[in-house]
């Protein structure tokens, strides 16, 4: 009998219960820029930051927080963000400083802007339009939030954009056009000002905290709260605004779950002893909540009983109380056993409810036989006390000291924690949420409020915020009705996996770290590429970095399978590569329409290095038809997101003025600055010959030689035949022809054809003290390394010289060489392939700069 009726209460059970949901990844970047360093500081900013970034974070969000953020600040933190938010349910953007629009445009502004120049706009400002396609590539849904209008504090009111100088809106920001998907909220509507309010708060953040908070309603609801508390707050001066293109709902604060409770559970009770405790275990809200009980079926046998009083049905009673409950059974009953059940119902503060059930069976308690069954249930009551104890002290054991080893960038990660107990009566409340990075489980993110119960620990699972690699700390409080609880505290070591330091590429918005150049790459990166992609197939980033591993270590047909894996698996730089593959010929003919497709698919994926090879294809008809505004929009774009390879082409188009767009020496400067201000050593080595030459800048001899020197020590090719035309020629320093020298035999040795020219000239100027078999070998580079034939001179110069100087030169060339190669053709064309071949020898990965 009693089996039949737990049967029935388990079906009971069954039909109220739901299917649990999945957890959705939602990631969220709280930016508040306060401290400016150009124009006033705003008060309120950096406690907005602190304020929000709480909110999500109690919401279940990953939170990007971020204050005081400059230009490159902003890229770094910007990328770490998107690689985050990558394949996210919802990205969210919450931005609180200082922002203005510009012919239709919004512009955030970083704390580093002086924006003096015209220019300045374009390389120290974030334009929102490029934020917003950045997370429409990235995420199902988009929400930027705006507490960014208040009045321009700068004194410039004309900035380029594009190809045109524009004028500064007066006030506020400008409505946008949002996507499929998309909310973008304002503090206040368009063109108006938003305040910073009398308090710690502004008026917009303020409310935005507190209505965010309120559980299970829709962000439009939300929204139209905080305007109400915002018109209240300023008697009607700011009117927050949104523009909404959702079709799904977006829910800040989900409460969702129920009440955790054990399955049904079962009990003896003896009659005619008094009131007995029934030992139901609290009921915890995995959220973090209260929790009520009310009885909804009483026993029929006995009467519930409460600190001596009895208890109705309905009646509420606090979650924490019901281990107190206690039955009273009148004598007589259960004279011949009899078959009794309680349920009861538990109610949160979020509206959610679950049932539970306690079936019992009533024996009698008097007489020998009764007085025997008593002190047993006494003693089961007391041994069950000792073990919940054992099971608290043992779980606290299993966690405390523990450091637990959590790669970056794989995904969430299980702890594996091996918990020693499934307790119903068992829960961990979290009492030291970890500063970054977020808890779930397989159903749900857990927030600094929740509980888990027993037997969930083992599926808690950890996932590292990109870019925060510090130890982290995670506290339980552990409990079980009224034993008293224990706290354990354990350690999150997120670690970067090896092939990400050995093989990581810059820009990479799926990667996890700043990344290396190709030239860059050890010798180790292969075998630790190979070990990441076998522990992780899944992960396309570690594919990809493989493909890198192997195009370093010059086993191209490999790299390419690589690569293409890791496209097909939806690496967007991978795409790019293959792009690259097909534009250089590496290992294959070389097709520009096909490479142009690669480009075109990695742009469209807001990929940088895509834009800027799309770009440079589009503004110079590479391979694809002229369109001169999309590929300077797309070069702008990706100089935006801190690609100084962009930077470097826009400043070659401002320098000299192309394909209609006008010459514009200070715009082309300001990019180079950036460049430079990006350890780019190629902006190094231009910025130096404009300060050599005074474009668009004052003419500066020591800032140039400066620039050249660092570029050449970063081991950029141009910057040692920069170097050696100063010393060469005197200007900026005291001419010294023999440092000359030697800096044009190195920027040979990198690749420079001009500056083996000019070597091979200042050997030829030496008159009879010349060594004519050097000039021939050096003319012999000029002409080997210049596959554009931009030095037609080399190969004429090297034909004036007799046989007898370029036969020297030959087998010197020649005995540099570790293989032989065919000797046939004239004697120039065999000192220009020898010469050729002899670079290429110690240069063998010459198609990776």
Known sequence: MLRRCALIAALILVGLTTMQARADRRVALVIGNSEYREIPALKNPDKDAEDVSKTFRLAGFDVFVARDLTKIDFEKQFRNYLA??????????????????????????????????????????????????????KSKIQVIILDACR????????????????????????????????????????????YDGTGDLSPFSSAFSRRALAP????????????????????????????????????????????????????????????????????VDVDGGAVTVSIERPPSLGRLILDGKPVATGEPIAGKDLPRLQMDVPKGSGAQEEVDMLAYATHDDWGGGSQGILVFRVKNGEGAEGK???????????????????????????????????P????????????????????????????????????????????????????????????????????????????????????????????????GEPLDLQGVVTGLLPNEIGADAVKACQAAVKAYPDVARFRYELGRALLAAGKVEDAKTAIKEAADKGHVRAMFELGYIASSGIGTAVDPKKANGFYAKASDKGDPYGMTAWGRALFNGLGVEHDTGKGLDLLLKAAAMGHTYAMNDLAAIFSEGRNGVPADPERAVAFLKAGVERQDMYSMNILGRNYLS???????????????????????????????????????????????????????????????????????????????????????????????NELPN????????????????????????????????????????TARAVWEQANPRRDLF
């Open 408 to 503: 970056v960038g794989v995904g969430p990660v299980p702890l594996k924690l091996d918990f020693p107990t499934r307790d119903p009566a068992v829960s961990l409340k979290l009492a030291t949420y970890p500063a970054t990075g977020t808890l779930s489980l397989p159903d749900r993110t857990l927030s600094p409020d929740s509980s888990l119960m027993a037997d969930e620990i083992d599926n808690l699972r950890y996932e590292p915020q990109i870019g925060a690699v510090k130890p982290l700390i995670v506290g339980f409080q552990i409990s079980a009705d009224n034993t008293p609880s224990k706290p354990a505290n354990m350690k999150l070591s997120p670690s970067v996996d090896p092939c990400d330091n050995e093989a």
């Open 84 to 137: 985050a938010a990558d394949g996210a349910d919802l990205a969210v953007v919450y931005y609180s400083g200082h922002g203005f629009q510009i012919g239709g445009e919004n512009f955030l502004i970083p704390v580093d802007a002086s924006l003096k120049n015209a220019a300045d706009i374009e390389v120290q400002a974030v334009k929102l339009d490029d934020v917003l396609q950045q997370l429409r590539a």
């Open 694 to 788: 005074g474009l668009g800048v004052e003419k500066d001899p020591k800032q140039a030689q400066a620039l050249f020197q660092k570029a050449m020590d970063l081991g950029q090719p141009y910057a040692p035949g920069s170097l050696a035309r100063m010393y060469r020629d005197g200007e900026g320093v005291d001419q010294n022809l023999a440092e000359a020298q030697r800096l044009f035999e190195l920027a040979t040795d990198r690749g420079d054809y001009s500056a083996a020219y000019d070597r091979a000239a200042i050997e030829m100027q030496k008159g009879d003290k010349s060594d004519q078999a050097v000039a021939v070998r050096y003319l012999a580079f000029a002409a080997g390394l210049d596959l554009r």
């Open 151 to 194: 009045n321009n504090p700068f004194p410039r009111k004309d900035y380029w954009l594009r190809d045109q100088l524009i004028a500064a809106g007066g006030t506020g920001l400008a409505q946008v056009k949002s996507s499929l998907n998309t909310l973008i909220a304002f503090a206040t509507e368009p063109g108006a000002v938003a």
């Open 372 to 406: 025997q069954l008593v002190a047993s249930l006494e003693s089961e009551q007391k041994q069950e006390v000792v073990e919940r104890g054992i099971h608290i002290t043992g779980a606290a054991e299993a966690i405390e000291n523990r450091d637990v080893q959590v």
């Open 216 to 283: 299970n309603q829709e962000i439009r609801s939300v929204m139209a709260a905080v305007r109400r508390d915002v018109v209240e707050a300023t008697a009607g001066k700011q009117v927050p605004w949104e523009n909404s293109s959702l079709i799904d709902e977006v829910v800040l604060m989900r409460r969702t779950n129920r009440p955790a409770l054990p399955p049904v559970l079962e009990k003896v009770v003896p009659s005619g002893v008094g009131p007995v405790a029934l030992d139901l275990p609290v009921p």
């Open 794 to 833: 080399a190969r004429a110069t090297l034909a004036q010289f007799g046989v007898k100087p370029k036969t020297a030169a030959l087998k010197q060339l020649r005995s540099e060489l570790k293989s032989k190669i065919p000797a046939g053709g004239s004697v120039d064309d065999q000192l220009v392939k």
